[in-house]
């Protein structure tokens, strides 16, 4: 009878085992998932940080950002359109012209106009025409996505 009891206790040692060698694995498994997790979010604020130092280094670059950094302008006018489009788009030339006389003090619509024409040259900005709103202008998808990329904002 013992060795009946010894064989039957033997079994139930063995499952009792088998048992904790699934829960274990169970835990192993749940600890490798949550392992790769903190490795995404690490590499996550690696981006971030690398997006951070790249937008730092254009402002030590150039005192400031702004989305006219990643176009060929070089005159502090067209600059200014540009980043008045970027915060209100679109606008007529009125509307430009009344935004950059708030921003730099003085503006004509002359001086806006021609800006304008060497800014779709650039393909920088791009000119829409609405029946009731007339010619409009607005920041084309290029120079938009230019911006983004600096920001690391993934279109």
Same mark, same amino acid.
């Given at each position: 009878?013992?060795?009946?009891?010894?064989?039957?206790?033997?079994? +139930?040692?063995?499952?009792?085992?088998?048992?904790?060698? %699934?829960?274990?694995?169970?835990?192993?498994? %749940?600890?490798?998932?949550? #392992?790769? %997790?903190?490795?995404?979010?690490?590499?996550?604020?690696?981006?971030? +940080?690398?997006?951070?130092?790249?937008?730092?280094?254009?402002?030590? !670059?150039?005192? #400031?950002?702004?989305?006219?950094?990643?176009?060929?302008?070089?005159?502090?006018?067209?600059?200014?359109?540009? +980043?008045?489009?970027?915060? %209100?788009?679109?606008?007529?030339?009125?509307?430009?012209?009344?935004?950059?006389?708030?921003?730099?003090?003085?503006?004509?619509? #002359?001086?806006?106009?021609? !800006?304008?024409?060497?800014?779709?040259?650039?393909?920088?900005?791009?000119?829409? +025409?609405?029946?009731?709103?007339?010619?409009?202008?607005?920041?084309?998808?290029?120079?938009?996505?230019?911006?983004?990329?600096?920001?690391?904002?993934?279109?």
């Amino acid at each position: 009878m013992t060795e009946e009891m010894d064989e039957e206790e033997l079994k +139930e040692e063995i499952e009792s085992l088998r048992d904790q060698v %699934n829960s274990l694995e169970n835990m192993l498994e %749940n600890l490798m998932t949550m #392992h790769e %997790n903190v490795l995404e979010k690490a590499s996550a604020a690696s981006e971030v +940080e690398k997006k951070y130092m790249k937008i730092l280094s254009t402002y030590k !670059k150039f005192g #400031h950002i702004s989305p006219a950094q990643f176009t060929d302008i070089k005159d502090p006018i067209s600059e200014k359109i540009v +980043e008045i489009l970027f915060d %209100n788009s679109p606008l007529n030339i009125t509307q430009i012209t009344g935004r950059l006389r708030e921003k730099k003090g003085s503006a004509s619509r #002359h001086t806006v106009r021609k !800006k304008l024409k060497e800014l779709e040259e650039k393909n920088v900005v791009k000119k829409t +025409e609405e029946e009731k709103k007339g010619k409009r202008y607005e920041l084309t998808e290029e120079t938009i996505n230019k911006w983004a990329e600096l920001l690391g904002i993934n279109k």
